[in-house]
């Protein structure tokens, strides 16, 4: 799997990722979790952190799920926590057809986490006389 790249030196602040995911049975459903909790989880430090996930669906072709970029988006809006669904990349040959192709509709339900090294909020910003203002 590709990892994000050169994440050491960019997102040298970010101290750790928590990814936890369970796969969806089609696009918006759930499968059955009477706990609530994901079926799956990856705790990683940052430098290391895999950029996709494979595919769950067996017939998938050059699929997998893009969790690097949320990863990095949440990183540039130095986001803690995010929530949502993501779909697969790939695609499924048609039955019958040697050329024909439908996309992928695997889907899972994900969390992330990220802890970074130094504070997280904003960044002072000094104006004109060299005095510390929020921006």
């Not at 369970?22 to 940052?46: D, K, N, Y």
């Not at 969790?67 to 926590?81: A, C, K, P, Q």
Request: glycine residues 10%; proline residues 5%.
């Amino acid at each position: 799997m590709p990892r994000i790249g050169a994440s050491a030196r960019r997102f040298s602040d970010l101290e750790d990722v928590s990814l936890e995911w369970e796969e969806c049975l089609s696009l918006g459903e759930r499968a059955a979790s009477e706990t609530g909790t994901f079926s799956h989880s990856v705790r990683t430090v940052g430098e290391k952190f895999e950029a996709m996930l494979p595919c769950p669906n067996p017939r998938c072709q050059d699929g997998g799920l893009e969790v690097g970029f949320l990863v990095e988006s949440m990183i540039s809006d130095r986001l803690n926590e995010r929530i949502g669904l993501l779909v697969c990349i790939g695609w499924e040959r048609e039955q019958g057809s040697k050329t024909a192709r439908t996309p992928c509709t695997a889907v899972i339900r994900y969390r992330i986490r990220l802890s970074y090294r130094g504070p997280v909020g904003r960044v002072p910003r000094k104006d004109m006389n060299g005095k510390g203002e929020e921006s």
